[in-house]
C-alpha cells in the first residue's frame, strides 16, 4: 500500500474508518523530508493492517486547525475516526510499528 495525500475535504472520509496513521507536514519542513520514506516503507509493511496518509498543512489549515497541530511532523493515529495517538517530531520506523501494533 502507498502513502496517500489527503485534503481538509476527504479527511474524514480517509481517517473513519480502520487504522490510520496521518502526517501533517509542509513542503519546506526538513524533518517532514527525513520521515517521508520511512512512512513509505512502513506503508509498504503494514500491508491492509493500517493505512498511511499525509497532509500538507499549508494547503489544508482547517484540519490542522481542528486538530491543533502546532508543530510539524504532527502524527496521529486514528482509530475507526477517533485520535488514540500523537507524535511530534522525526520518529524512527520502530517507533511508529509500535505505536500502531499498540491500536
Do not use: R
Not at 20 to 38: R, T, Y
Not at 74 to 102: C, R
Amino acid at each position: 500500500m502507498s502513502v496517500n495525500h489527503i485534503s481538509d475535504v476527504s479527511f474524514q472520509n480517509e481517517t473513519g474508518t480502520g487504522t490510520v496513521l496521518v502526517d501533517f507536514w509542509a513542503p519546506w519542513c526538513g524533518p517532514c523530508k527525513m520521515i517521508a520514506p520511512i512512512l513509505d516503507e512502513l506503508s509498504a509493511e503494514l500491508g491492509d493492517t493500517a493505512k498511511i496518509v499525509k497532509i500538507n498543512v499549508d494547503d489544508n489549515p482547517e484540519s490542522a486547525a481542528k486538530y491543533n497541530v502546532m508543530s510539524i511532523p504532527t502524527l496521529l493515529v486514528f482509530k475507526d475516526g477517533q485520535v488514540v495517538d500523537q507524535l511530534v517530531g522525526f520518529q524512527s520506523k520502530e517507533k511508529l510499528k509500535a505505536v500502531i501494533a499498540a491500536v
